[in-house]
């Protein structure tokens, strides 16, 4: 006998107008177009085709866009710079992925799960999110080395269990979980020749204030402030 807004009930009913298409649901579909782009964000694909190609001018592709599907042949964009949460995990490819130069982030489970064994991590790239490669062919290839670098110097993980370790020369990015894998107190890290960034200082907060349980860690890299 009413609708509620915020909270409180208000003795109005409320009236919808419903019309009828007179088009079949296969023509409905039909008339979808192919992709669904929203502010340069792919966020649906409509129609499966043996060779997907993403448009120029796409700059993401959203959370769990392709997640668990089935693709022959992908085309990605040279405008491409994010590859959102879980856009292709569980993917079972056919042909190899080929991340454009230029692309600078890889979300969260985007690329897990696959059976891509091989990827060419661009140099342009900045940031990997947390289990990103999880449970990949291409991760199993690479999870024993001690540092995993990917790009231009970006320290995607460390899977050592030294107390004190001494990043090598080059790195200019820690990502924030790269010592996530670190069993033992690591006290402290430094970085040879390197002037930290932001994304250093935030990598230090979130181990402070996330991990203090397996860290007794000194936020502060040498140099900085």
């Not at 992908?74 to 993917?91: D, E, V, Y």
């Amino acid at each position: 006998d009413g609708y509620q807004v915020c909270g409180d009930w208000v003795d109005t009913k409320l009236t919808y107008e419903i019309t009828l298409s007179d088009k079949t649901l296969k023509e409905i579909k039909d008339a979808l177009p192919d992709m669904e782009i929203v502010d340069n964000v792919l966020v649906k694909i409509n129609r499966k085709k043996s060779v997907i190609e993403i448009p120029e001018g796409v700059s993401e592709i959203g959370h769990g866009v392709f997640y668990h599907e089935y693709i022959n042949e992908i085309i990605l964009p040279s405008t491409l710079k994010k590859i959102g949460s879980c856009a292709f995990c569980g993917c079972k490819f056919t042909k190899p992925l080929t991340l454009p130069e230029g692309l600078e982030e890889i979300g969260w489970m985007s690329i897990a799960y696959t059976n891509l064994d091989d990827l060419n991590i661009p140099n342009s790239i900045k940031k990997i999110d947390h289990s990103a490669f999880s449970g990949s062919d291409f991760y199993k290839k690479i999870e024993n080395n001690e540092f995993i670098i990917f790009g231009d110097g970006v320290l995607y993980l460390y899977t050592g269990k030294e107390e004190k370790v001494i990043v090598p020369e080059g790195i200019k990015i820690v990502c924030p979980h790269a010592f996530y894998k670190t069993n033992d107190s690591l006290e402290y890290y430094k970085i040879e020749g390197y002037e930290p960034n932001f994304k250093d200082k935030e990598y230090c907060e979130n181990v402070k204030n996330r991990m203090q349980d397996r860290f007794d860690f000194v936020s502060k890299l040498e140099g900085m402030d």
